[in-house]
């Protein structure tokens, strides 16, 4: 059973930061692109930043030099840190594993950023 697990998300001051964390099991993360994604209310869902298997990443303009993805397959973990949060950064974050096998989606950590 194929499951992504994500954790970190929480309430922040405008400003502060948060390490958002993508835990897989069940697939091998290692051959995965992992994207981390976020959906505020009433907004469609939208990709923040993406690593591929080979390492290479990509940014949303909105969040470039804020955010920054990275991984630890020995773990099977993708992270997510965020500096100098806005509050337009405020939504419900998910994980996506996407492979030649499937693609899985985790259930989402809301993070909260107070102005």
């Known amino acids: 059973q194929v499951q992504l697990v994500e954790s970190g998300g929480g309430l922040v001051q405008a400003g502060g930061s948060l390490r958002l964390s993508c835990a897989a099991s069940g697939i091998i993360f290692s051959i995965s692109t992992v994207g981390w994604y976020r959906q505020a209310p009433g907004k469609q869902r939208e990709r923040v930043a993406r690593?591929?298997?080979?390492?290479?990443?990509n940014y949303a303009d909105s969040v470039k030099g804020r955010f920054t993805i990275s991984r630890d397959n020995a773990k099977n973990t993708v992270y997510l840190q965020m500096n100098s949060l806005k509050p337009e950064d405020t939504a419900v974050y998910y994980c996506?594993?996407?492979?030649?096998?499937?693609?899985?989606w985790g259930q989402g950590t809301q993070v909260t950023v107070s102005s």
């Open positions: 690593i591929g298997s080979d390492g290479t990443t």
């Open positions: 996506k594993s996407s492979s030649y096998i499937s693609d899985y």
